[in-house]
């Protein structure tokens, strides 16, 4: 069954605590995504990563920190530094084709609420 | 000139209806442009996608219009049912030698459709 996986579905913390989501692919997908969803509003990228051991920061990356150690697995923590952590985390992923761009698909996304 | 504005960013149509959210952007170096479809505490599904060398590309009841001089493309949903409302995104890419795979999101279109 091939696919994103983000776990937990579900993740409550206390403030001041530093937390890491997690993401899996089986694709054989090169890129990674991080976003951040918040009610009413579109897709903000939190970071990306093209290759095993590099990533970029994308619009939203304060406060947020990446690791790409295996081509399968980008996970994302998100520290004390981050003023509002509470939100809706989705991953994705895609190949990335020659002269274009390719198709993202995202997991099914981890709901953190910070208290 | 990153932004990509979607509208409406609420709708309601009738059963059997047609539903047409429309997207607009600045960029002329977008050369891809998806559309996602997003359910309550889901991760969004690719639903279907344009590239700038066609007008129109349709796919059962869901049609992308593109319109190039304009830098618009909208999203055309023919014979609308209920399972079909859930919060719709459109998004672009922007083609580039490093070929990222970033997206740039709208900010997504809340469907309903009454039965």
């Known amino acids: 069954d091939g696919g994103i996986t983000q776990s937990p579905k579900y993740l409550f913390r206390k403030e001041g605590q530093n937390v890491t989501l997690s993401c899996e692919q089986n694709?054989?997908?090169?890129?990674m995504y991080w976003y951040r969803q918040d009610p009413g509003q579109g897709l903000r990228l939190i970071y990306y990563?093209?290759?095993?051991?590099?990533?970029q920061k994308g619009d939203i990356a304060e406060g947020y920190s990446v690791s790409r150690e295996k081509k399968e697995s980008f996970p994302l923590t998100v520290t004390s530094a981050q003023k509002n952590p509470t939100a809706f985390y989705l991953c994705?992923?895609?190949?990335?084709?020659?002269?274009?761009?390719?198709?993202?698909?995202f997991g099914p996304g981890t709901r953190l609420t910070v208290t | 000139q990153q932004q990509v504005k979607q509208s409406p960013q609420s709708l309601i149509v009738q059963k059997g209806g047609i539903s047409i959210i429309n997207c607009a952007y600045e960029?002329?170096?977008?050369?891809?442009f998806p559309w996602y479809q997003q359910f309550p505490g889901k991760g969004p599904a690719l639903l279907i996608a344009?590239?700038?060398?066609?007008s129109e590309k349709k796919e059962g009841r869901f049609t992308i219009s593109f319109n190039k001089s304009a830098k618009q493309f909208s999203l055309h949903i023919m014979d609308s049912q209920p399972g079909d409302s859930a919060t719709y995104f459109c998004?672009?890419?922007?083609?580039?030698?490093?070929?990222?795979?970033?997206?740039?999101f709208g900010q997504g279109t809340t469907l309903q459709v009454k039965p």
């Open positions: 994705a992923s895609s190949t990335l084709g020659k002269g274009g761009s390719s198709e993202q698909y």
């Open positions: 694709l054989n997908h090169d890129a």
């Open positions: 990563s093209q290759i095993v051991n590099d990533f």
């Open positions: 960029n002329t170096a977008f050369d891809y």
């Open positions: 344009i590239r700038p060398d066609v």
């Open positions: 998004a672009a890419s922007i083609k580039g030698s490093s070929n990222t795979g970033k997206l740039i």
